[in-house]
């Protein structure tokens, strides 16, 4: 068609592609992270009291303030930062527009940005929309320890910016505040930019604790923070999150933010304002998920699938050597139309994929019905 495309070497995310063989084929989805429970009865009760009440037309461009508010005490009870909530938080379409706006807020043609791979699928064709210029440091299975030390070696006169995302899809890695304090080192001494995505803030595992960018005051003054309600409040289809900056860089977000989608919708801000009031709605979370990841584990356990450790997110990572020599791409899909069981394969977050490497991701954000019907199949593989 002659069409010069902006994005050439981009193709549908593979959470679409996945999910949608998973139901041609009629398996059990583990592939795209997202609960196949539903959100809280209290929760949608609440958006309907605020449709019914009226709340149906545009929101504030920043989000209403009663929003802005409640999740500003949240952070300040969760991290001890305290906010000038309405000129540091942003409402965002989930946190993939936060992400894609805080990128697109900081990012020239011809800035290199630092990506830590595996990485998730949205960061790399928003820097590059953005005429941004890829760095990539590869974190390697079974471990995924990064290496400070390198990843400073990577900063150049152009660097600008580095996006990290903790707890890490797919691999279930947290950053330790051994990992902060060197990071907030490397972006004050360098005077980078930060873009964090934490949309698992909540999902933490084995009794750690979330080491979130807005718990580090020099770093956080460098930051763009990117949380979703969608993840933490099992309502992904909703597309809420909020994106968290100093003042000063919030209003530069606003510019792009303001274009992108103006504002969010109305009703759902009224009702997550409200349904914030009881911390235990969030509080209850790791629990909840860890049991979750045991459940699938154990299950698991007399399989041919080796599992690596997971201490975030609703992710884990499972070595399948022992079964195919297949690639991950291969094998996902085999395990989908022939085992019946979508997984996702990590590859895809890789510029560089490991050739050798036999991991699939599955997510087990899933009833534990849906858990044990999977773990049945895959027992038999
Ligand atoms: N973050 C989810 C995952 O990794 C997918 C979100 C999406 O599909 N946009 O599976």
Partial sequence: MGFKSKLPHTGTTIFTVMSALAKEVGAINLSQGYPDFDCDEALKSLVGKYMAKGMNQYAPMRGVNELLDATGSKIESSYGLSLDAREEITVTSGAAEGIFSAITTIVHPGDEVLVIDPAYDLYKPAIEINGGKLVVYSLRAPDYEIDWLQVGKLVTPRTKAIVINTPHNPIGRIMSGEDMSALQDLVVSNGLYLVSDEVYEHLVFDGFRHESA?????????????????????????????????????????????????????????????????PQHYLSLPDFFQEKRDFLQEALADSRFTPLKSRGTYFQLYDYSQISDKNDVEFSREMTTRYGVAAIPPSVFYSKPDENERIIRLCFGKTKETLARAAERLCKI
């Fill in 214 to 278: 807005l718990r580090y005051q020099r770093l956080f003054e460098r930051s763009f923070v990117a949380f979703s309600f969608g993840k933490t409040f099992h309502a992904t289809g909703w597309r809420i999150g909020y994106c968290v900056a100093p003042a000063a860089l919030t209003a530069e977000f606003r510019k792009v933010h303001q274009f992108n989608v103006f504002s969010v919708n109305t009703p759902t801000q009224y009702a997550l304002a409200e349904y914030l009031s009881d």
